[in-house]
């Protein structure tokens, strides 16, 4: 018995069956639709991402990629992290730069540090 079962396998993987056939066209049938859903995700990305940067003016377009959602949401993270470290950097800087608006209040010169004889000239250069 065992000798038949033996002899039958090959005969029947030798058989035209079809079912080799199906299964091509259900892999083909298989790809197409994973190419069809990879580019409708393609798309869904893209509007996506349009949506985050006009939510966003301040984040340079160049700086937000990503073919997943959650790809695009970790780089506009690190973005929009980025546009913060360099707005407080350059606040800072405009901090230490910063000259009071007005003139000076009007005071006294100070004459401590000058002569007798240069105060007497500065009190008749004066009148």
Do not use: W
């Amino acid at each position: 018995m065992a000798e038949e079962q033996i002899t039958e396998i090959p005969q029947r993987q030798g058989e035209p069956t079809g079912e080799g056939e199906r299964s091509q066209a259900q892999g083909a049938e298989m790809e197409g639709e994973r190419a069809a859903l990879n580019e409708r995700l393609a798309r869904t990305v893209a509007r996506y991402r349009t949506v985050l940067l006009a939510g966003s003016p301040e984040v340079p377009e160049e700086m937000v990629k990503g073919e997943t959602v959650e790809e695009v949401d970790r780089s506009l993270a690190s973005a929009k992290e980025l546009v913060e470290r360099v707005r407080k950097q350059l606040e800072a800087r405009g901090q230490a730069e910063r000259v009071p608006a007005g003139a000076p209040p009007r005071r006294r010169p100070d004459l401590s540090a000058l002569s007798p004889q240069e105060k007497i000239a500065y009190g008749l250069a004066r009148r």
